[in-house]
């Protein structure tokens, strides 16, 4: 009896051991679900802006409360839904074109003294001063506008004393291609060591001050057609704006023709403005190092 019993929990082990393996090789994990694209995007715009603690939804949120203070407004002072609406879904765009805008000079700004805090970085180096200590006292001597940012560095470095978490914390405050460039530069030296990194600091330091003098020119010279191409939408609109106080223009366009005209002009300024962002528009470069 036994014997039998030590066979038949032999076979239930051997078994049971058998279907985990079979459950381990085709059965993979549940994977942890990835926001949006937008989601992700919207997030680092939010960084960049200087606006780390919003999120997307709260963004989103903002907008809708724009436009609907803007439709009470319109109609209070128009008595025009139509009118109203328009102008409402107008001002729902203008925070996210608002943060937008504010990331881009961010940017822009940053991008021209990236290589000033490169240069810094070497002559620490140079000094004798270890990797850490030279990212570090950028948080002191480096250029104003980033010193917030290797604050955070060297805020996460003292309390863990880890390199590369400190790192990612840096690269995620900044959330901006060139530092991630900057970031996977300064690991793969740490990590593999060796004599050139004084050399590798000057050859990046050279290509991003090149790279920001192309971008600056192309940026001064599209500048006017820009602002031209602004004006030319957003006017029709000013002209609506002032003409919609009067009694008898409001009771035009609360007709089915008026509602009609309306929404088409409101599609034609959309699509030109769009069509004109993506003519215009430098190629933005991708965060293919986040």
């Known amino acids: 009896m036994s014997t039998s019993l030590a066979g038949a929990l032999c076979g239930l082990g051997i078994g049971l051991g058998l279907f985990l393996v079979w459950w381990s090789a085709w059965n993979d994990p549940p994977r942890r679900r990835q926001p949006?694209?937008?989601?992700?995007?919207?997030?680092?715009?939010?960084?960049?802006?200087?606006?780390?603690?919003?999120?997307?939804?709260?963004?989103?949120l903002v907008s809708l409360g724009v436009g609907a203070l803007v439709l009470l407004l319109g109609y209070f002072f128009t008595s025009s839904p139509v009118i109203s609406a328009c102008f409402a879904l107008i001002a729902a765009t203008a925070p996210p074109v608002y943060v937008r805008h504010r990331a881009l000079s961010r940017q822009v700004e940053r991008r021209a003294l990236w290589p000033e805090a490169i240069d810094h970085l070497g002559s620490g180096v140079r000094a004798g001063m270890s990797l850490p200590?030279?990212?570090?006292?950028?948080?002191?001597?480096?250029?104003e506008t980033l010193r917030p940012l290797f604050?955070?560095?060297?805020?996460?470095?003292?309390?863990?004393?880890?390199?590369r978490m400190s790192l990612e914390r840096f690269k995620a405050a900044c959330a901006d291609p060139v530092a991630d460039r900057i970031v996977a530069a300064l690991v793969v030296t740490r990590?593999?060591?060796?004599?050139?990194?004084?050399?590798?600091?000057?050859?990046?330091s050279t290509f991003l001050r090149e790279d920001a003098r192309t971008r600056s020119e192309l940026r001064a010279r599209q500048s006017w057609t820009v602002t031209g191409a602004r004006l030319a939408v957003a006017a029709p609109w000013i002209v609506l704006a002032l003409l919609s106080t009067r009694p008898e223009t409001a009771a035009a366009y609360n007709t089915a023709q008026g509602?009609?005209?309306?929404?088409?002009?409101?599609v034609v300024s959309v699509v030109a403005y769009a069509v004109m962002k993506r003519i215009?528009?430098?190629?933005?470069?991708p965060r293919v190092l986040r």
């Open 259 to 266: 509602a009609s005209l309306l929404l088409v002009g409101l």
């Open 151 to 163: 604050a955070v560095f060297a805020a996460e470095y003292r309390a863990t004393g880890s390199f």
């Open 280 to 285: 215009g528009r430098l190629p933005a470069e």
């Open 133 to 143: 200590e030279a990212i570090g006292g950028l948080a002191v001597r480096g250029p």
């Open 191 to 204: 990590e593999v060591g060796g004599t050139d990194l004084g050399t590798m600091l000057g050859t990046l």
């Open 36 to 60: 949006a694209r937008w989601v992700v995007d919207t997030a680092d715009m939010l960084t960049t802006a200087g606006l780390p603690r919003m999120r997307p939804h709260h963004l989103v």
